[in-house]
């Protein structure tokens, strides 16, 4: 399969616990997203890197949440000390470096805070 | 705001008839516009965008969007539903043109009935 995986498909946590994600892109692709999905709402973007630069990360992103792509291949987005509205599901994407270029997602993290 | 909405919560139809998912878009500059399917529990998967050229765009599975600059609009359409096109949709906008951020509606429900 040559698509993007993410790693693991569920997470189930207690508050307060950290807890770190992978995401595998397409080997070809110079760009990675991470998205973040609650319930019955579109995707919202979290942060992304052009090969193993991190180069915009969104508002919604507090100081417990950190992202790394460290040789431009693999991605992990660890979160720190759980809270309950970090429950949602998490998305990883890639896409290659142009205008207009399609992104392609991975199946998800899904993350239940308890 | 720019922004794209998606003003239907849910589209219920029968199998074998049209169905259109209306996307609408209030954005400056070029608007590079997407469609993608959700499964339950499943990522993203991309169907057809728009970048330039023919406002009508063919994608997967039979699905096709028109671009309309007038009325701001890109719904999709597929001529005949099929049970299996049961799924959540979503639009979404190239929201910098140069990051590849996407900026995505809040989805669409769409159900079809044997």
């Known amino acids: 399969d040559t698509g993007v995986s993410q790693d693991p498909r569920h997470k189930i946590t207690k508050r307060g616990q950290n807890v770190t994600f992978r995401c595998d892109p397409i080997s070809e692709h110079n760009r990675l997203y991470w998205y973040r999905q609650t319930l019955g709402q579109g995707p919202e973007f979290l942060t992304y890197?052009?090969?193993?630069?991190?180069?915009?990360k969104s508002r919604l992103l507090s100081d417990r949440f950190s992202a790394e792509r460290p040789k431009g291949s693999f991605s992990t987005l660890e979160i720190q000390r759980t809270e309950q509205g970090d429950s949602a599901m998490y998305l990883c994407?890639?896409?290659?470096?142009?205008?207009?270029?399609?992104?392609?997602f991975g199946p998800g993290t899904r993350l239940l805070v308890l | 705001a720019q922004s794209v909405a998606q003003p239907e919560d849910q589209v219920n139809v029968a199998e074998g008839n049209p169905l259109t998912v209306k996307c609408t878009y209030s954005?400056?500059?070029?608007?590079?516009l997407f469609w993608y399917v959700q499964y339950p529990n499943r990522g993203l998967q991309f169907l057809l965008k728009?970048?330039?050229?023919?406002?009508l765009v063919k994608g997967s599975y039979g699905f096709e969007a028109e671009f309309n600059k007038s009325q701001t609009s890109f719904h999709l359409k597929k001529p005949s539903a099929l049970v299996s096109d049961s799924a959540l949709y979503f639009c979404a906008w190239d929201g910098s043109g140069n990051t590849g951020k996407l900026i995505f509606g809040q989805g669409t429900t769409l159900q079809v009935k044997p």
């Open positions: 890197f052009q090969n193993e630069a991190q180069l915009e």
């Open positions: 728009y970048i330039t050229g023919d406002n």
């Open positions: 954005v400056s500059g070029n608007p590079y």
């Open positions: 994407a890639s896409s290659l470096l142009a205008v207009g270029e399609t992104q392609y």
